[in-house]
C-alpha cells in the first residue's frame, strides 16, 4: 500500500507563489506516475499535472500552463508542484495522486482514476 503524504499548502495573495510536496515512505516514488488534483470549494476535483514514471513526459491541464511547474526528485523520493502567479480561482485542496498506469487527457492533464492518494493540502488564494 502507497501512503502519499502532501504539504506546502496556504494562505497566499493573488500573484504569489507556493511549492507542494508529495512524498512517500517504504516504496520508491518513481515506479509511479505522479499527479497532482485539485477540488475547488463546491466543485468535482480536476486535474491539474501528471509525470510519467518512465520518461518523464508532463501533461497539465490548460489552466495551469505556463503558471504550474510539476518536478520530481528521485533522490528525495518526492514529486514538487511549483505553483506561480497564483489567482483566487487556484483556491482548492490540492490532492496527490499515484499510480503504475498514466492517465491524462490532452488540454485537462490526468484523469481519474488513479490508485494511490493523499490526505490533501489547502491552498487559498486571497488578499
Known amino acids: 500500500q502507497l501512503q502519499l503524504v502532501e504539504s506546502g499548502g496556504g494562505l497566499v495573495q493573488p500573484g504569489g507563489s507556493l511549492r507542494l510536496s508529495c512524498t512517500t515512505s517504504?516504496?520508491?516514488?518513481?515506479?509511479?506516475?505522479v499527479a497532482w488534483f485539485r477540488q475547488p470549494p463546491g466543485k468535482e476535483r480536476e486535474g491539474v499535472a501528471v509525470i510519467h514514471r518512465s520518461d518523464g513526459t508532463i501533461y497539465y491541464t490548460n489552466a495551469v500552463k505556463g503558471r504550474f511547474t510539476i518536478s520530481r526528485d528521485n533522490a528525495k523520493n518526492t514529486v514538487y508542484l511549483q505553483m506561480n502567479s497564483l489567482k483566487p480561482e487556484d483556491t482548492a485542496i490540492y490532492y496527490c495522486a499515484a499510480d503504475d498506469v498514466l492517465r491524462y487527457f490532452n488540454g485537462r492533464g490526468p484523469v481519474e482514476p488513479y490508485e494511490y492518494w493523499g490526505q490533501g493540502t489547502q491552498v487559498t488564494v486571497s488578499s
Open positions: 517504504g516504496s520508491r516514488l518513481d515506479y509511479f506516475s
